[in-house]
DNA sequence: GCGATCGTTTGAAACGATTCAAAAACTGCG
DNA sequence: CGCAGTTTTTGAATCGTTTCAAACGATCGC
């Protein structure tokens, strides 16, 4: 591969006025430029990333650390997250972090090394990443926080409105009739899952609907969680004659135990989801839930990281995205008994 | 952040000591060692991954370029090579060609100038890539393909039987009872594609079966493609009892389409789908599909990268995996007419 | 024609590691 | 104790860029 020194000798200038030619850092007569710009095509010629960035103590890379990219929610997020950074000239190392605070840290710590522009972070659990993050800030790497946030974070973050969608859907379940509502929610170390339980609540005060505790379960937020945790529902009495699921995921599950019991949904059991994953669509029945849009998450937090590593100061702003109820089949009014 | 130069001033050893340290690269006796060491501890020191790859002339990161992470079946693919690349210290860098010929070339002749160890690619169409990696390769740069080929591919390679698998579900439709049998494949300038219908093709000449050319059809590997050819397919005389899908996401388009023309799946058509995705198991009817693991596709690439960065040298290697049919819901015998 | 001014161009230093030849420090042996 | 041989340790050179102060060259006014 050809380097600037190679540049220089075929364009007959020195190292300095390539270097400003690429990258516009001063003003380099017109000849001179072209002769530059002529050698550089002639050689194929591309800077070296490493160095550059070990110069600049910053690289055009931007650290993504998910907690699982094989969870149907989160490639759309990286997806946004991609384009925005793609368009922008930075490029994503992405890392699974697996829920697992340890491999999180891990990461955390490791990507520094590679001096990124700045991290997307889709935080693990309630561990508290201040201190961690704390080292970027100190360097002027900007951290945006995506879907979920960290104990105590302060720092800049794109989440959905959880707490709005949970109220829609169960708002809208009771619009149906329902009155024996019951929820599975996520880990509630999690502030998106808290935040959806805290919608589910109020919108129960409203018509001053009580509910006994064991109506809102805690689950992990996948489909054997939500299995197990419906087969628990489904046995009390009086049974619940709807279910707001945390996410959609959760009400897969939800949907193969209400199967199991022999019950049908929506006319035994309604159910609706959080998310509005596509797998949704092809259910049996196709399943309600609320919409966010996880590429424009995604999206988002990258505009909002690229303003800042291009020097947009300002205090820290927590950017909440809209939610939508999308109803299909899984939904229906109580059956009279 | 703390450079080698002030863990040897802490460690009152030279920088050349704190290397060999670092990299064992020299034995250096214990009591030096162990001040180095100390200082590391101390000082909280980790090496620039920048500064050590303009040296080394290789990074420990692994470019991957692949079509689209929202399209299901490649987050298993990432997360298999993730996991292998991270525990052998690797990180990866992830690109999206959206199957644009020029998306992937520009990443191709991007990544180079991180000097990256190797790379994993899933490659997007027909175009012939040899030129490009052939710089990867003078660099000593390995490069595995996965899922599919460029054309007259000559590297490193690890797909699925696809030939295979499509036979065997073919040949299961037809030890059900079907002769009126179609397929829609995928795009026919993809390998992967190519040989399901090869498959296909090959499991209807067991039985001396003749097919008209329409009961072929040629799609793109989503849901509005299998919808639009399904109602193609579905107006022929006489109907096709059987499809093979050329994917799961396909397979879905046709059962939109089955049931928009009022007729039931598997009852009057049943329905092949390929991948085995997990939303195949909560559709209506649950779909049958061949199954081939994406986690292990990503993980056996990594593996075969990771042996070709430590120098494991010999012919190229094209790595094979097997499938297996799952049975679900939507196959059925004909109905008897 | 000379000095001041302005805009271009240069070249050396720096970024933080690795590596290689050479120096230094040991070791064993006579 | 000195010497050869071996093991440790050193320090300078290097990777490919950016950047800054300084040198250079052209232009202008007087």
Redesign the pocket.
Known sequence: ?S???E?AKLA?????????V??N?????E???NRVLDAVRVLG????Q???G????QTSMIGMIIPDITNPFFPAVVRGAEDVAFSNGFRLILCNSDNHHSKELAHLNELR?YLPAGLLLIPSNFGDLTAETEVYRQAGTGVVCIDRLPTSWSGDSVTADNEDGAYKATRYLIQLGHTALATITGPLHLTNAKDRLSGFKRALRGPRLKIAPEYIQESTFNKPGGYSKTVTLLKLIPRPTAIFAGNDMIALGCLLAIREAGLRCPEDVSLVGFDDLDLGETTNPALSSVSQSGYQLGSTAANLLVDRIKGKGGPAKHVVLGTSLTIRNSTAPPRKS
Chains 1, 2 share one sequence.
């Open positions: 591969m380097n600037i020194k540049i007959r200038v020195s190292l300095g006025t390539v270097s400003h690429l990258n850092s001063a003003s380099v007569r000849p001179v430029r010629y591309r800077p070296n490493l160095a550059r070990l110069r600049r103590v090394t």
